[in-house]
């Protein structure tokens, strides 16, 4: 008997059936239909994600459901529904990566790299910060047996951080935070406008006083041709002294402010506004090639802006092309944070735009890498 001939009073889901599975950048969707709301709830119940970047969707009259690593939630704006239950086995599995218990994928807690915590990783966190994995999907490791534990099984999710949830359930150890140092997550901004035809972009850990050291609200849509044309650029943030500063006045701050624009509109999640940067205010020079980089290893750019963005980098010189590379490969003393596969599709789009004489010394600058 198949899944979708199945009542509901055996137990499953009535008329839930597969329909296909898509990928996008590094992200699985499993979908499925299903007739309503309750139908989708109680197989996403029991159809377990182990893994991040994978999704099981739900599609109904009654709206899209879905469940990742952590949470069942609503597809259109990814509200969080529930917690998603993870079955708990009797007996440990070690793994370097996953619960020993549930055997869910246990995102470690990123720590950024600055002077404090190189060369001590350990990270102490108050009850009510415990609390914060159990959102994270985050997990503890066990000092004593080297087993790792989610903050589910470990009873976070339920209680809260107490005592008792940093003790190893299988040696009886005293655990702490799995952490990982190394970029902190960069938030990604909304992906559509607000009711107000705006969109915020997160601060970035990476980023100064040109681009990302704070929040910034923003027109969803901006004309950047004509943005540009103003003869006075307006300052970023302009209630913010460390920037207004930084800026200055006169001829340099407006070409600091040129850049600026620049690598924030590289930045914006509404593509036309992106496109239109790489068209009419294309990064020319060492300040606005970072965000070139971010651009190309973007986890949530599309092809066609990552298409327009190689052809905008082949137009620049081999200095600078060599110079962004580096970016892109992490060859710089601080990180870029991409993830490996952010950065190899990134290659494949600037290996199609490659221009016919360049390309050897394209390879030439790939190859290098490999031997550092
Ligand atoms: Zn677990
Ligand atoms: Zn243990």
Not at 81 to 94: A, D, H, K, N, V
Not at 147 to 175: D, P
Request: hydrophobic share 35%; glycine share 10%.
């Amino acid at each position: 008997m198949s899944l979708s001939e199945r009542k509901e009073g055996d137990g499953h889901p009535v008329g839930v059936r597969f329909k296909q599975t898509e990928r996008t950048g590094q992200a699985t969707y499993h979908v499925y239909g299903g007739p309503s709301r309750r139908a989708a709830l109680e197989f996403l119940r029991r159809t377990h994600v182990k893994d991040e970047l994978v999704y099981n969707i739900v599609e109904t009259p009654e709206g899209n459901f879905g469940r990742d690593l952590i949470y069942l939630f609503h597809e259109a704006d990814g509200k969080p529904i529930e917690l998603g239950e993870r079955p708990r086995s009797q007996s440990p599995s070690p793994s370097g990566t996953r619960c020993a218990w549930c055997g869910f994928f246990v995102v470690p807690y990123k720590l950024p790299i600055n002077d404090e915590n190189v060369g001590s990783v350990t990270l102490y966190m108050t009850y009510d910060e415990l609390a914060v994995l159990a959102k994270t999907g985050g997990g503890l490791h066990c000092g004593a047996c080297s087993m790792l534990q989610c903050a589910v099984c470990s009873g976070i999710a339920q209680t809260g951080g107490t005592a008792l949830a940093t003790v190893c359930r299988a040696c009886g150890g005293e655990m702490a935070v799995q952490t990982v140092v190394g970029p902190v997550g960069r938030a990604a901004a909304p992906g559509g406008p607000d009711a107000e035809q705006m969109v915020t972009l997160p601060a970035d850990p990476m980023g100064d006083e040109l681009w990302g050291m704070a929040p910034l609200r923003l027109p969803w849509n901006i004309d950047v041709a004509r943005f540009f044309g103003q003869s006075t650029l307006p300052y970023v943030w302009p209630e913010d002294g460390r920037h207004t500063e930084y800026i200055g006045s006169g001829e340099r701050a407006q070409t600091l402010l040129r850049a600026s624009w620049t690598k924030i509109f590289l930045h914006h999640p509404n593509p036309e506004v992106t496109l239109g940067c790489l068209r009419s205010a294309p990064p020319d020079g060492m300040l606005t090639l970072t965000s070139l980089a971010d651009l190309l290893a973007s986890l949530t750019a599309e092809p066609r802006v990552k298409e327009e963005a190689s052809r905008a980098l082949w137009r620049l010189s081999d200095g600078l092309v060599g110079y962004t590379l580096n970016v892109l490969l992490s060859r710089g003393v601080i990180m870029s944070g991409y993830d490996t596969h952010s950065v190899h599709q990134a290659l494949g789009h600037l290996r199609k735009a490659c221009p016919q004489s360049r390309r050897v010394w394209f390879e030439e600058q790939l190859a290098r890498s490999e031997d550092d």
